[in-house]
């Protein structure tokens, strides 16, 4: 039986941290004591040893303008490597590898602390310090309108020969499956221990072999008729297929109160198939009944599906009616929900808006209060508008997002792109007044105006869930680091100094010279300085020892 050992011989970690602190308390004070030495001795044998008389006959009589010209030519191909190694490091993971590298290995034993923890306190909205939520602002949530792999995720890899999904969006689904499929049963029956494999593997071929021999075992296991429907079906009229047999056969489990969590996601699928066949109303039917016989489901974010439908039908009094429910100050909020609402009210006032008229005459109360609805959902997600303007390229949604993400932006502008098209203005006065926000909250990843501030983890979590062909959308957008330009002007000036010095060697001797001379002028000043304070007979001593 193994021990914890995790609070054992407390005086040696207290020794440990004891000589640690005083490591980091000495470090500092080491530094200038070894440079204080240094000059001194510097100093001691400047004289005796002649030091100025000979680097200058070393450095300017001996060395010829070759060993020059490759000195800087090695210089500048050194600090280019690093520049180029630099530049594609901040493009592929948004920091400065010598600075990742300087905070992680010599902060700790400077005596810093370290800058990634979780926790502190941050403004809230109405000034005042509170700790920062930091559990749930990179949770990665179920996207609610995630396509289907067979018909269309499969089809889109089949035309480009790219793949849309990351292995970890991939994964998360899978954990996910297991999670929604299996978890009523008291006991797995044998198709179940199948399927639970199944949802595990990660080569496509396997899951839908995997499924054939959960239903060889049980011809009524309902998950495998799911799985064959999302991977293996190639059009959306036969995934429906699928999911319609998936209900039929396993309606006496659902009625007695097994798998409600496998019952829900076929009649959503289902609900969704309509929607994409073109039976729109069907599909909000379906939606509605769904959500009135599982109201405590609402962490699967239904709503979503059904605004979605209602702006395909056009019924903006029932989609006004859903954001009253769901707009809530208590419930978490989305892209999906704080850019709805900024579409209806810049859609009552779009199609007459003018940016010069609006200037000359000021905003109208109508007019203000879609602007203000604008800027709350691009404070909320700041990723979308590009998306929705088409300043950015769209790819398919992942089957994940982070909510604030690039992520959620995407997912949102691949759905809701066409109804803005319909409202007739309404990205006129998108692209007219969406930077506005920016003017609102200066620093974002401090303090929020109508929501928490912008959390910093959006860039790394949405990297992983977004294909590596998509440029990933970061706010607020990173300077580069002090590393990158200084490598830049490095090599410049190595390069620039290369060239001059093969071409005008003779002239370029005289400003090395020149430059010599001013480089050691202070050490000479400061032993001077020395020789007047001290006697000339210590020296001597010295010297002679």
């Known amino acids: ?21 005083w490591l980091s308390w000495s470090w500092t004070y080491v530094c200038f004591i070894w440079f204080g030495m240094v000059l001194i001795m510097i100093y001691v044998l400047w004289s005796p040893l002649k030091l100025q008389e000979t680097l200058t006959s070393v450095f300017l009589n001996t060395l010829t303008p070759k060993f020059y010209v490759a000195l800087t030519g090695t210089s500048s191909l050194i600090s280019g490597l690093i520049l180029i190694f630099e530049w594609w490091y ?7 590898f010598i600075e990742q590298v300087s905070v992680s290995h010599l902060r700790p034993l400077l005596g810093g602390v370290e800058s990634s923890s979780t926790t502190g306190l941050f403004s809230s909205v109405n000034g005042e310090a509170e700790p920062r939520p930091s559990v749930s602002e990179c949770k990665v949530w179920r996207n609610p309108l995630n396509l289907f792999r067979g018909a269309e995720y499969n089809r889109y890899t089949w035309v480009t020969g790219k793949e849309p ?21 008291q006991q797995l029956r044998p198709e179940d221990a199948v399927m639970q494999k199944a949802w595990r593997e990660r080569n496509p ?13 049980n011809h009524e296991c309902a998950a495998a008729y799911v799985l064959l429907a999302e991977e293996e079906a190639t059009t959306i009229t036969e995934a429906e297929r699928l999911f319609k047999k998936a209900l039929t056969i396993g309606k006496a489990g659902f009625d007695s109160g097994k798998d409600i969590n496998l019952l829900v996601y076929i009649k959503r699928r289902l609900a969704m198939c309509a929607r994409k066949l073109g039976r729109i109303k069907e599909a909000v039917k379906m939606m509605r009944d769904l959500m009135k016989e599982f109201p405590l489901l609402g962490m699967l974010n239904i709503h979503e599906n059904l605004l979605e439908a209602l702006l395909e039908l056009q019924a ?4 006004q009616a859903v954001l009253a429910k769901y707009d809530d100050i208590s419930l978490p909020k989305s892209a999906t929900i704080c850019y709805t609402s900024a579409l209806l009210k810049a859609r009552a006032v779009s199609d007459k808006f003018s940016p010069e008229a609006a200037s000359r005459r000021g905003l109208s109360t109508a007019e203000m209060n879609a602007v203000e609805a604008i800027h709350r959902a691009v404070e909320f997600n700041p990723h979308v508008p590009k998306y ?7 790819i398919l949604p992942p089957e994940h997002i982070l909510k604030r993400g690039d992520s959620e932006a995407v997912a949102y502008a691949f759905f809701h792109l066409q109804h803005w098209k319909r409202a007739e203005g309404a990205l006129n006065l998108l692209h007219c007044t969406w930077e506005g926000t920016f003017r609102i909250i200066p620093y974002p990843l401090e303090k929020g105006h109508l929501f928490y501030p912008y959390p910093g983890c959006t860039e790394t979590a949405d990297r992983e869930l977004l294909p590596s062909f998509h440029e990933v959308s970061v706010y607020p957008k990173k300077e ?18 290369a060239m001059l010095t093969h071409q005008f060697p003779e002239l370029m001797g005289v400003f090395a010279k020149a430059f010599f001379s001013t480089l050691f002028a202070p050490l000479g000043f400061f032993a001077d300085k020395m020789e007047s304070f001290m006697p000339s007979s210590f020296w001597h001593q010295l010297t002679r020892i």
Do not use: W
Not at 205 to 217: F, G, W
Not at 388 to 393: I, T
């Open 1 to 21: 039986m193994m021990e914890d050992t995790t609070g054992s011989n407390p005086q040696s970690l207290g020794f440990t941290e004891k000589l640690k602190s």
């Open 90 to 96: 901040f493009r592929k993971y948004g920091t400065s």
């Open 165 to 185: 999904l990351t292995y970890y969006d991939m994964n998360l689904s899978a954990q996910d499956h297991q999670t929604f499929f299996t978890g009523d049963t």
């Open 205 to 217: 071929q396997a899951r839908i072999r995997a499924a054939y021999q959960a239903i060889e075992m």
């Open 316 to 319: 903006y009094a029932d989609v």
């Open 388 to 394: 929705l303007l088409e300043m950015k390229s769209l």
């Open 480 to 497: 580069l680091p002090f590393f990158i330009l200084f490598t830049a002007g490095l090599c410049s000036f190595t390069a620039i100094l």
